[in-house]
């Protein structure tokens, strides 16, 4: 289920992040389309998940991104302070499971401070090469469309991403929602 993508555009000086998703839930052969929005923003972050509808509701109201103090180096703060305030907004909200001593969460894109991350079910936390990123069962569809459309306005870039998607994968479904951070 789902197909989240995300895309550094430059803004004046500046780069932001576009991030999308689509709206389907699936279970099996069974597809539902939300109303809750996989893609929002919380503070000065846009979040976009997959996994679970629970997690991106703790994600989206518990969740309280920790200020990043002056100095900090942004990929460790994600790594650290981010990252520890998710394990635990995870944890009370009775998301994050332990198995064999293994703490596991979901996974999800963050835009922070124009730069995407990707949290990873066990917290790791990584950042591409490339100045875009997809996740979910039509992330590879994305991916190319990303790469093939270059020339195209970020906003559009990302809904033609997420409409190649919906054709090839049967787990993503519109509408889309596009949002800019």
């Known amino acids: 289920m789902t197909c989240i993508v995300a895309l550094k555009a430059k803004r004046g000086s500046r780069h ?4 999308g998703g689509d709206s389907a839930g699936v279970a099996h052969l069974d597809v ?8 929002f923003r919380n503070g000065e972050c846009v979040i976009g998940y997959t996994s679970s509808f629970r997690m991106g509701q703790l994600l ?4 309280r991104p920790p200020l990043m103090k002056q100095g900090t180096d942004t990929f460790r703060y994600m790594c650290t302070s981010f990252v520890d305030e998710v394990r635990r907004t995870l944890k009370r909200g009775g998301f994050s499971e332990v198995d064999n001593n293994v703490e596991r969460g979901g996974h999800f894109l963050v835009g922070f401070r ?3 991350f990707e949290v990873a079910s066990d917290f ?3 950042e591409a090469v490339a100045d875009y990123a997809a996740l979910g069962c039509g992330d590879s569809y994305a991916l190319g469309a990303l790469e093939a459309s ?5 906003e559009n870039r990302v ?3 997420l409409a190649v998607a919906e054709k090839f994968s049967g787990g993503v479904r519109p509408p889309f929602i596009v949002l800019r951070a």
């Open 159 to 161: 809904r033609q991403a």
């Open 60 to 63: 989206r109201f518990k969740f």
């Open 114 to 116: 124009g730069r995407i």
């Open 16 to 19: 932001q992040v576009v991030m």
């Open 32 to 39: 539902t389309l939300r109303k809750d929005p996989k893609v």
């Open 124 to 126: 790791q936390v990584g």
């Open 150 to 154: 270059a020339v195209i306005d970020p």
